[in-house]
């Protein structure tokens, strides 16, 4: 079974940066679509960024395109999202996710498989 464990979150000012991490094991993930996803109070998850299985196509939600960026080294088994510009608007709980099936990213979250327990980032104004 394929286990996904986020971390790198936390508390920054408007403006700053951070850089999540997402640390896969358990199974082979380089054949997989990876995504970011996160959740506010009282909101749905939504999608943030996705990344094909070989990294080489990337998929941003419009709200951050242009400030994250999410990156994958297949050989450490791990997924990036570094985040710049941070906004109070970008306050949730982020979701690192892995999709069985899929090569290629999207951004239904139905379609992925595999999530980690996620981590908290507070973006204070």
């Known amino acids: 079974q394929g286990q996904l464990v986020e971390s790198g979150g936390g508390l920054v000012q408007a403006g700053g940066s951070l850089r999540l991490s997402c640390a896969a094991s358990?199974?082979?993930?380089?054949?997989?679509?990876m995504g970011w996803f996160r959740q506010a109070p009282g909101k749905e998850r939504e999608f943030v960024a996705g990344?094909?299985?070989?990294?080489?196509?990337?998929l941003y939600a419009d709200s951050v395109l242009g400030r994250f960026t999410i990156s994958r080294d297949n050989a450490k088994n791990t997924v990036l999202l570094q985040m710049n510009s941070l906004k109070p608007e970008d306050t949730a709980v982020y979701y690192c996710?892995?999709?069985?099936?899929?090569?290629?990213?999207?951004?239904?979250?139905?379609?992925?498989?595999?999530w980690g327990q996620g981590t908290q980032v507070t973006v204070s104004s």
């Open positions: 996710a892995a999709s069985r099936t899929l090569a290629i990213p999207v951004t239904v979250v139905a379609r992925f498989d595999y």
């Open positions: 990344i094909s299985a070989s990294g080489g196509r990337t």
């Open positions: 358990g199974r082979t993930f380089s054949t997989c679509a």
